[in-house]
């Protein structure tokens, strides 16, 4: 007897059930889908096994798989969602960024219960912050029963490196809190803190719902006589047992386009190629690499919130069976647009063809033979120009597509699937396309990938291949990856390596580097060894009771509600009051002006958001306006964060760091300090000769001093590329100090001999750099600026990899004439470019060129990326494909942490290959091609769409002086002299200077 594989894929239109015997599509069955989902699955599976029955095909059903939009809809509308609290391993880090903080407002009124910061947390080595104080545990358990909260998150700083915390704290919990459902961050998402946090608080308080939906599928299986196991397919193209996805339902958020690649390369046989899902409303297109979906990059939003779970890469276009066509004729024929309007479901009440007032995509089909459905009689009177001008335009729709989605300049094999391929003649040629094939049951293809019973296992860790090699690190990690798929229920023998990408994490001693290995293997065919880890019944039950409520009238997908707003300015002090558009504006610029390093501004903009959310303010003064009043007569503290951007990502700041070391700065001060004197102690701690200078390594707080101390009026940028940009204006916000208009570099370099005031001869000593446990350290002298760097580097790497610096305060007069001026300003008209062309649906490179003197280099795809670690650096060459009209261009970028060499490498004119287009100080900017936002060094990776621009950088930077800190020679480019792009462009402050 036969042994049958049921799967079921839930549509926008459709609900799609396909039974499957091996390899062999049995039959299938197609219903509409219903609002509630669950009996629209139950009708697909009722009709397929009357099909079944009706024709004597007779087997036994050895499983169902179902892939479901239950979970994504209830986040996105809000619906069904259960209050969940957070406990945070975090010890003395991450306290300026609590759980929720990026979520929408509406979504965090429903979800969030409590908030818990507590001890624990590791470092990037796996050592810990702090130990988990199992009376604090209990103390919060306490606190979340007295709430009735029976839904909780555990999420350790850096826990996917070592959850042994996590586990710890979750059997804590278990024994003092029967039947408590919890989550452990380290079990659902990957590196970064809030995204993977998340991640986890979205996967508990799905978990009621879940409960309720698989026990309804079950019921459904049951009624219709089906005794076998139920899986659900998962967004990475694999499917997990019904009770695993009791614990995890947001792993089948995006099972949809997973289902239809899965299906494709299944019915074709094809496993690598460009997949297009064409349904009612949308198409959907993809990479198939080794027959599975290629990833998204790190950070995907779901109804409004920022994960990082693992989700396919698509791109959609308003282009399906239902889209309306519309039409204008002209002296040459018909111009034509198609989409994105739709009448999706409603087509054939709709549609001209089905004898309705509306003219659709599926007419145009119908009419020009390519489809037999409706009546071609309502459509044979459409004129021939017009039919041939909208089959021309639904071709330059699908080959744009299938630009936007190749990963190089090579035609590529590409899979049509979904109901709407009826659209596509595939005889005819589609440009990019080295062949079309539209498969048999096409139409189905969501509902065979559903079917396909392969599960996975993912290990995503970070390994200091100092004291291990690198071949060594990859086995056991690729290892680990093997026997978690064998957990999930892999059969041993079938199990597969599918993917591997290792990433050098800049700064990080030991050669740290970021590994990631995805396995996959056949699921057994054992039941009792295939049911995956079991829910226990107490955590069913109290998950099926305690479903949600609470529901929204209306739904926000912002964390925080940003307008256009128009600067405010104070038109008696000049001081400029930033607003949350103002600071969405500067993150943007400043991840632009950091020219691929700094980090990302993202976590700095939420802590200056949240800031202004608190009704705190952030003001910005011209540097013009120092000394203009007592209030502004003194000097300038200069600040910044230290340490590696990864880490920053999953260590969060505490908030105290940099207001700590300008405290240290002004201690020092009132202890005694002078320069020129560094023999014997300051503030009772002795002064230490090392290399390159005089320093104190450990500075406790001083209780008492007599000295007087210099007064900080005003903050500065250390530099205004990437997430630097951002912690002036948090600091600011704390102390009521205004910001000053201006930065120490104009854009984001790796080391801090390249501050520009150091350049020009302002001593950069004596400087003070703090931790998150308030551990503080001096530089009272230094022999030149690179001693500096080194001494606060091997600091900071003892601190975790993470440190706040305050340099030594400079002058008015020294900050105008050495500082680049209006700096914030810059990044507030570059972000306001990019949001406003995205708003209007421009260009946004376009759009960043008018505001700068600047080149577009090339538009294309990432092709490569080689990396390597050198002194601590991140670095490499990326090489980039043109597309479009840079089409049979490359173009490749040096990178060391920012991006410093632009090269020629294909051209085709023969007397433009090899050159050099632009190098350092001018700011080589990547950005996202469609959307204008800036990518960093660390987030480039093979596939990307990338603009890549040339920027001119200050005067400042230009000079002989400074070119020997911060040209090519200094980088050793010892061949390549620095051509300026052009003239740099001074825009006025925004806040006025008089």
């Known amino acids: 007897m036969a042994s049958y594989v049921i799967g079921v894929d839930v549509g926008g239109t459709n609900t799609d059930a396909v039974c499957l015997d091996g390899n062999t599509i049995v039959d299938y069955a197609k219903v509409p889908t219903t609002e509630d989902v669950t009996s629209g699955v139950k009708k697909a599976l009722t009709d397929l096994l009357g099909k079944l029955n009706h024709e004597g095909k007779t087997g036994t059903i050895c499983r169902v798989n179902i892939g479901t939009t239950h979970f994504v809809n209830a986040v996105i509308q809000r619906r069904h969602l259960t209050p969940v609290a957070v406990v945070r391993l975090c010890g003395t880090a991450t306290k300026s960024l609590k759980p929720f903080v990026d979520f929408p407002e509406d979504l965090k009124q429903a979800i969030c219960a409590s908030v818990h910061l507590i001890n624990g947390g590791y470092q990037f080595d796996g050592q810990a912050i702090t130990e988990v104080d199992k009376e604090e545990v209990l103390r919060c358990i306490e606190d979340i029963k007295k709430k009735q909260i029976r839904n909780v998150v555990i999420s350790g700083v850096f826990s996917p490196v070592n959850g042994e915390q996590e586990e710890l704290v979750a059997s804590v919990f278990r024994e003092n809190y029967e039947g408590i459902s919890l989550t452990m961050s380290h079990q659902v998402g990957q590196m970064g803190l809030l995204e993977r946090e998340n991640a986890s608080i979205l996967n508990e308080c799905l978990k009621p719902l879940c409960a309720r939906t698989i026990t309804a599928f079950t019921n459904a299986l049951q009624e219709l006589n089906l005794q076998c196991p139920l899986y659900l397919t998962q967004n990475d193209g694999t499917v997990v047992s019904a009770n695993q996805t009791l614990r995890f339902p947001v792993h089948t958020f995006s099972s949809g386009p997973t289902n239809s690649m899965r299906g494709a390369a299944h019915l074709s046989g094809v496993k690598d190629a460009i997949v297009i899902d064409i349904g009612g409303t949308s198409s959907d297109a993809g990479c198939l690499m080794a027959g599975f979906p290629k990833e998204a990059s790190a950070r995907v939003k779901v109804g409004g919130v920022t994960t990082n779970f693992r989700m396919p890469d698509v791109v959609s276009i308003g282009l399906g069976g239902g889209s309306k066509v519309k039409y204008t004729e002209t002296k040459e024929g018909f111009a034509v647009t198609v989409g994105p309007e739709s009448v999706a479901y409603q087509l054939q009440t709709q549609a001209k063809c089905f004898g309705g007032e509306i003219l659709t995509s599926s007419c145009i089909a119908v009419a020009t033979n390519l489809a037999a459905i409706g009546n071609q009689d309502c459509v044979k009177d459409l004129p021939d120009k017009l039919l041939t001008a909208a089959k021309t335009e639904i071709q330059r729709m699908l080959e744009d597509l299938i630009d936007l989605v190749k990963l190089s300049e090579e035609d590529v094999t590409v899979i049509l699937v979904g109901g709407g391929s009826i659209l596509v003649d595939e005889k005819n040629k589609l440009k990019g396309a080295s062949q079309v094939i539209k498969p048999p049951h096409f139409q189905v293809a969501n509902a065979v990938g559903a079917a396909l019973s392969q599960v996975g296992g993912m290990q995503d860790t970070v390994v200091a291949l100092a004291n291990i090699s690198r071949d060594e690190a990859l086995a056991d990690v690729k290892e680990q990856a093997k026997q978690n798929a064998i957990d999930h229920g892999a059969e041993p023998d079938t199990v597969e390596i599918t993917e591997v990408s290792e990433v050098a994490l800049a700064y990080l001693p030991g050669n740290a580097t970021r590994i990631k290995v995805k396995a996959v293997g056949n699921l057994k065919t054992d039941l009792k060894e295939t049911q995956g880890a079991a829910v226990t019944p107490e955590e069913s039950q109290v998950a099926f009771e305690q479903i949600g409520s609470k529901e929204l009238k209306e739904v926000s997908h912002q964390p925080f509600m940003l307008h256009e707003t128009e600067p405010d300015v104070d038109p008696n002090t000049g001081e400029w009051s930033l607003s949350m558009w103002d600071v969405e504006c500067i993150s943007v610029g400043a991840g632009l002006l950091g020219c691929g390093g700094g980090g990302n501004p993202y976590y700095g903009k939420l802590m200056a958001l949240q800031q202004l959310k608190d009704g705190k303010k952030i003001k910005v003064i011209a540097p013009e306006r120092l000394n203009s009043t007592p209030e502004l007569t003194g000097l300038v503290a200069t600040i910044g964060f230290m340490g590696a951007p990864g880490v920053l990502f999953e260590k969060i700041p505490s908030g105290r760091e940099t207001t700590c070391a300008m405290e240290c700065m002004q201690e020092l001060f009132a202890a005694g300090y002078k320069k020129g004197s560094y023999e014997g102690k300051i503030g009772g701690v002795d002064i230490t000769k090392g290399d390159g200078g005089y320093f104190i390594d450990d500075f406790p707080v001083q209780s008492e001093t007599t000295k007087e101390t210099p007064k900080i009026v005003a903050l500065m940028s250390a530099e205004i590329g990437g997430l630097n940009a951002m912690e002036p204006l948090v600091v600011a916000a704390r102390s009521g100090k205004p910001v000053v208009d201006c930065d120490g570099m104009g854009r984001a370099f790796p080391e801090l001999q390249m501050f520009v005031p150091s350049i020009y001869g302002d001593p950069l000593y004596p400087s003070t750099l703090a931790d998150d446990k308030e551990s503080r350290c001096v530089a009272l002298q230094t022999d030149t600026p690179k001693d500096l760097e080194n001494y606060f580097r091997i600091n900071t790497v003892k601190k975790g990899c993470s440190a706040a610096i305050s340099l030594c305060p400079l002058s008015r007069e020294h900050l105008i004439e050495h500082a680049v001026l209006y700096s914030v300003s810059r990044a507030w008209r570059l972000g306001k470019a990019v949001l406003k062309a995205k708003l209007s649906n421009t260009d946004p490179n376009d759009t960043i060129l008018k505001h700068e003197t600047g080149k577009l280099l090339i538009k294309g795809k990432i092709a490569d990326v080689a990396r ?88 400042l930077l230009k000079t002989d002086t400074a070119l020997k800190v911060i040209g090519p020679k200094a980088f050793g480019y010892e061949d390549i002299e620095f051509k300026p792009i052009g003239e740099y462009k001074l825009h006025e402050p925004i806040p006025t200077k008089k």
């Open 868 to 955: 390597q670690r050198t002194g601590g650096f991140d670095k490499g060459i990326l090489k980039v494909d043109g597309m479009g009209a840079f089409a049979g261009q490359q173009l490749s970028v040096d990178f060391q942490n920012e991006n410093l060499i632009a090269k020629v490498t294909k051209h085709t004119d023969a007397k433009l290959q090899g050159q050099v287009v632009a190098t350092v100080p001018d700011l080589i900017v990547i950005t996202d091609v469609d959307s204008g936002e800036p990518i960093t060094t660390e987030e480039v990776r093979f596939g990307l769409r990338v603009a890549v621009l040339v920027l001119a950088c200050s005067p």
